[in-house]
């Protein structure tokens, strides 16, 4: 019923697409970052270098003897008073940016207020520029606070700014997601790395579903789980790790759920999963009802099935333990396409390369100390110093990261010059040139991208990217993406969703295997989803979220993947489909009923719809 419904609302589809770039409000955005950043440190700041000048400096660094800075009170109350106003002091200005952020949030939703609906993407309307102007708003106090030195905090960030609904007793640990348009009960876990997500993006040109999303009482999200848009997970669900829905999904709670998507998970294999012995199962009350001794001894027979099956392939490794030297040239591309999610791209990057660190921070260290000395020997008026000591940091922090760009790219030219990077299959191994330098490489363009991250910009990373070798355009997305930083060659619009992860290069077993990766134009890849070396990405496809390819993949221009390993789902049309109708689904019962709701959109633009 529901499919030819689908299929109907399709064909009755007769207008021309709107297929409409949209315009990002970066004036706004950069008006909006400045602003909360000044206000946050301006009275901060005076405060610190009253302090500094009137107290700290009169009776602990200009005292002549040493003896007294211990044994007199004023020094001694100096010493001591200096890290606690340091605190107070960035106590005091993450309250400012807390209570600018709310500023600018009201604001927004007095103009254009957050509700329930899909949010059409292929053309432009104040329902999506403020959706934008929002999620930029909250990004900076989020990371401010769930990465600062009091997280626990969180809670009440999103509570007081009116963000989300966020019970007592509730832990949202650190996670890219999990912020906005949420209602989270009590005494819930949210894992780390977990994303109740209120959003989804289904395309370059297709919609954004935001709905709020719902979790009842005593919740536990163990990690790495994604909760979609419009989903209501009930009063004491357990989420296994990596156990992840999309949109609109209903748990009714009271049980333990895993999979991609995910399922109830029955008795046996919460047995299986956890590996608790029968014996523990009779005792644990909270699981309860494990008393069927059928159950119990189905499972001590799989477990010596397990047993007998394990002795077998200790007994094949050790007949295989001394292997030959592998042929890099015989390897196959089919004996390249592995589970590469197990291995670490920078596992066997060697301490030794941090040794190049030490110039770089040294070089970058003395611009901007030199600049600060000029700015202090020229100004001399300790209150103009201090009142204009918040855009001073903001420039001096700025001019520190260009310098470390500038310096670490001139080792890799120096670098490159001696080794030339280049694609193939090489041995992961010490001694070998093309891994040595890969390494070389890895370690000295890692530093600079953590830095840029660390910047409240978040398009200044595409900066970063393209000075180091990736070729892209400024109209592309990476939402804190971890990327490799060369062979890669992203085209215009892109989005990589949060989390997600493009690899060039890898590391598997005893080998290394570097291949360019080609994401074409208006592609969309899903949050935490993992892209192989060699993929190619078509035009106007989507990965959908939590999806892998294999090495060499090819993904097929104007369609959907999904899965590990990505495979074909369907055609990408959702730029073409009928908006009105969502699919929820009950996964207790493993029902789907449809659901018809208004469009979110301007009424001036409604005329677009299809």
């Known amino acids: 019923m529901i499919g030819s419904n689908l299929e109907s609302s399709e064909k009755n589809f007769k207008k021309e697409v709107i297929k409409e770039e949209i315009e990002f409000q970066y004036f706004w955005y950069l008006i909006m970052l400045f602003t909360i950043y000044l206000i946050s440190l301006i009275i901060p700041a005076l405060l610190f270098m009253t302090y500094l000048i009137l107290f700290f400096l009169p009776h602990f660094l200009e005292t002549t003897d040493f003896i007294s800075l211990f044994t007199e009170i004023k020094p001694v109350v100096a010493l001591l008073s200096m890290p606690l106003v340091f605190i107070g002091c960035y106590i005091l200005r993450s309250l400012f940016v807390v209570l600018t952020t709310r500023f600018f949030w009201r604001w927004s939703e007095k103009k254009v207020p957050t509700r329930d609906g899909i949010i059409p993407r292929n053309f432009t ?36 700014i009116g963000v989300s609904k966020i019970g007592k007793g509730t832990t949202i640990e650190e996670a890219i997601a999990s912020d906005r348009y949420i209602d989270v009960g009590k005494n819930c876990y949210i894992g780390l790395n977990s994303a109740i997500s209120c959003h989804a993006v289904d395309g370059i040109f297709g919609n954004i579903s935001c709905f709020e999303v719902k979790v009842g009482n005593n919740v536990t999200s163990a990690g790495v789980n994604i ?20 949109k609109h999904n209903i748990v009714k709670g009271n049980n333990y759920y895993w999979g991609i998507p995910f399922r109830k998970i029955f ?45 077998l392939e200790e007994e094949d490794i050790n007949e295989n333990s001394q292997e030959e030297p592998v042929d890099l040239n015989s390897l196959t591309e089919q004996d390249l396409k592995i589970d590469f999610t197990s291995s670490s791209a920078i596992s066997r990057v ?10 770089i921070f040294w070089l970058s260290g003395m611009v901007i100390i030199t600049i600060f000395y000029t700015f202090i020997f020229f100004v001399k008026n300790w209150i103009l110093i201090a009142f204009f000591m918040p855009a001073m940091l903001i420039i001096l922090w700025f001019i520190f990261i260009m310098s470390c760009f500038f310096f670490s790219k001139l080792f890799l030219i120096l670098i490159n010059l001696i080794h030339k990077p280049k694609e193939g ?39 970063a ?38 690899m060039s290069s890898m590391v598997v077993g005893k080998y290394l295997i570097i291949k360019k990766v080609i994401v074409e134009d208006y592609a969309l890849v899903g949050g935490y989803t993992a892209i192989a070396p060699g993929t190619r990405v078509g035009k106007e496809s989507i990965i959908g979220a939590m999806s892998t390819t294999t090495y060499n ?38 029902e789907k009923f449809e659901v018809e709701h208004e469009v979110n959109v301007d009424e001036d633009k409604k005329k677009h719809l299809a």
């Open 125 to 160: 309307s104040r329902v999506l520029q403020h959706y934008h102007i929002r999620s930029f708003v909250l990004k900076y106090g989020k990371n401010l606070i769930m990465k600062g030195p009091f997280p626990w905090f969180y809670n009440w960030f999103l509570n007081f």
């Open 227 to 246: 909760v979609g848009p419009g989903s209501e997970v009930h009063d004491n669900s357990y989420l296994l790790p990596l156990a992840s829905v999309g």
């Open 553 to 590: 993949q090819k993904i097929d221009p104007g369609w959907i993947y999904m899965g590990i390993p990505a495979s074909k789902f369907k055609p990408n049309k959702y730029a073409e489909s009928n908006r009105e109708i969502l699919i929820r689904k009950d996964v207790d019962e493993e």
């Open 465 to 502: 990217f393209k000075w180091f070798g990736i070729k892209m355009t400024l109209s592309s997305s990476l939402y804190d993406t971890w990327c490799d930083g060369e062979f890669i060659e992203l085209g215009r619009r892109d989005l990589i969703g949060q989390g997600a992860t493009i």
């Open 350 to 359: 060697n301490i030794k390369f941090l040794v190049f660190y030490i110039p």
């Open 267 to 311: 008795k046996k294999k919460i047995m299986q999963y956890l590996d608790i012995s029968p014996q523990d199962l009779e005792k644990n009350e909270n699981i309860g009802k494990y008393a069927d001794q059928n159950l119990i001894n189905t499972n001590e027979v799989e477990k010596g099935l397990n047993k007998s099956e394990e002795i």
């Open 425 to 463: 299959l090489f041995n992961a191994e010490k001694g070998d040139n093309d891994f040595e330098f890969w390494c070389l490489r890895t370690e000295l363009k890692k530093i600079v991208f953590w830095l840029i991250r660390s910047w409240p910009l978040p398009w200044m990373d595409i900066l």
